[in-house]
């Protein structure tokens, strides 16, 4: 498909760099596998966020170095990881309870879709592929912020931020943020809202590449 | 006196039925039993459910059981895989069958079932195509649906440490489904790398009370499935 040259967006890194500055201090948040576990790498000096991963550890650390993982110690994405002071080790039940129970204060996922009232389509594209879902209804029906971070667009240019999902749902009127390579994204009663741009991206565009009404909420944020 | 070891992998599988429902902890290798598993590969028994969060790699454990045409219905949340074919060429092919549960709910089916609660409601899943048929009520003005407990008549797990009571204790994130599943199935089988007398563990760090597990098997240094998977080791 020939593509029309739009926006250059962020890359994933400034995408993760820019989630990362929202993440409050002392929060307890769960990463999704893919380019939202980047989001660690960026989390700003003096702030201390704990990360959860569904398979049982709570103060998960960055990959281990060379010849020192424990094919024991992974994390979601079944990567070997490691174990930071204050970390803690627990089954299922308790690792889920923390996600269903509303103990997580954030989750950040990633989408195939996400429509204007919140719907998230994110662990099936249907068709022949073998269904798995893992933990992501669990995380988006429990957490207590569901943010969801992917290009504003697939690589065919075709807009991921939709009236109605077409692809399986994840949940239901779960989603309250989106960071893409274009914008900041609230999902608010009346539909998304644009509460920040990428540099050198214009309001106009985010709207062209966005498959339902959108406003522009950003003076809105400014005044507060 | 009471003492549930047992002499080896083959003794500890022993009296599987045709047809039985079988939980294997692990969440990917991390807690696999592969010995038990290749034990139960060589015990025979087909027709089986497993409930595992994955569906194994490679052609060893897990995906060698499965590949060996012994398991009818698997019960999981993520059965696809980097590395191994086993599952998808014999879904594809309409060979086994898969009930697909979200990975919360599904330990929580697990220790419900352990704790004889027969159901529950969650928030889990409401509004997807993965419980379409379930009862749905409102509790607090949101929907939940209706999820029933998994029991099995066999547990397969994998620990760091037990004594002869079958007190349990596990390896970093290698204990996962392993303490629900020790506590929904009739009868389960524990192998750990280290046995230590009854009394040589700390009551405050014992993780699964030994009333929970019925054999014990050392197995002193069991096989990493990513180690067997990258030197092309396949079962049998």
Redesign the interface.
């Known amino acids: 498909m020939t593509q029309t040259p739009g926006p250059v967006g962020m890359s994933r890194e400034q995408m993760s760099a820019r989630a990362a500055l929202d993440i409050a201090d002392g929060s307890y948040v769960n990463l999704g596998i893919g380019i939202p576990e980047m989001i660690a790498q960026f989390i700003p000096e003096g702030i201390e966020v704990i990360l959860h991963t569904e398979n049982g550890l709570l103060g998960m650390g960055p990959s281990p170095a060379d010849g020192d993982g424990d094919p024991e110690l992974i994390n979601a994405g079944k990567r070997q990881v490691t174990a930071l002071p204050g970390a803690s080790y627990f089954h299922h039940a308790d690792s889920f309870a923390m996600i269903r129970g509303g103990h997580l204060d954030l989750c950040v996922l990633g989408a195939l879709e996400v429509a204007a009232n919140g719907d998230l389509a994110n662990w099936s594209t249907g068709g022949d592929s073998i269904p798995a879902v893992g933990g992501a209804m669990d995380l988006v029906s429990g957490v207590k912020a569901v943010y969801v971070m992917t290009s504003h667009c697939t690589r065919d240019g075709i807009p991921k931020l939709v009236e109605t999902c077409s692809y399986p749902l994840t949940g239901v009127g779960v989603v309250n943020r989106i960071y893409t390579d274009l914008a900041v994204v609230e999902v608010g009663p009346d539909g998304f809202e644009v509460v920040d741009l990428t540099e050198g991206v214009t309001f106009d565009e985010v709207a062209a590449l966005t498959a339902s009404p959108i406003q522009d909420a950003r003076s809105a944020r400014v005044e507060r | 006196m009471i003492d549930k070891r047992v002499a080896d992998p083959e003794a500890a599988v022993g009296g599987v039925v045709e047809g039985a429902t079988v939980m294997i902890g692990g969440?990917?290798?991390?807690?696999s039993p592969i010995e038990l598993i290749h034990a139960l590969i060589d015990h025979g028994a087909s027709g089986l459910t497993v409930v595992n969060n994955n569906t194994g790699s490679g052609e060893v454990g897990l995906a060698a059981l499965i590949r060996a045409g012994r398991v009818a219905k698997m019960i999981c949340?993520?059965?696809?895989s980097a590395n191994s074919t086993v599952?998808?060429e014999l879904?594809?092919s309409g060979r086994i069958e898969?009930e697909?549960?979200?990975?919360?709910?599904?330990?929580?089916r697990?220790?419900a079932g352990g704790a004889g609660i027969p159901g529950f409601y969650?928030?889990?899943?409401?509004?997807?195509?993965?419980v379409e048929g379930h009862e749905v009520r409102e509790f607090d003005g949101r929907d939940h649906v209706l999820e029933h407990a998994l029991t099995a008549d066999l547990a397969l797990i994998k620990a760091r440490r037990a004594d002869w009571h079958g007190n349990l204790v596990?390896?970093?994130?290698?204990?996962?489904?392993?303490?629900?599943m020790a506590m929904a199935a009739t009868t389960t089988v524990v192998q750990v790398a280290e046995v230590v007398a009854t009394g040589g563990i700390d009551p405050e760090v014992v993780?699964t009370p030994g009333i929970f597990v019925d054999r014990v098997v050392h197995v002193a240094s069991p096989a990493?499935?990513?180690?067997l998977v990258a030197r092309g080791v396949t079962y049998p």
Request: proline residues 10%.
């Open positions: 969440f990917g290798e991390a807690g949340s993520y059965p696809r599952f998808p879904y594809r898969l697909l549960v979200p990975q919360g709910t599904l330990a929580e697990i220790r969650t928030p889990t899943a409401v509004g997807t195509e993965l596990y390896n970093r994130t290698a204990r996962n489904f392993s303490p629900l993780i990493h499935e990513s180690d």
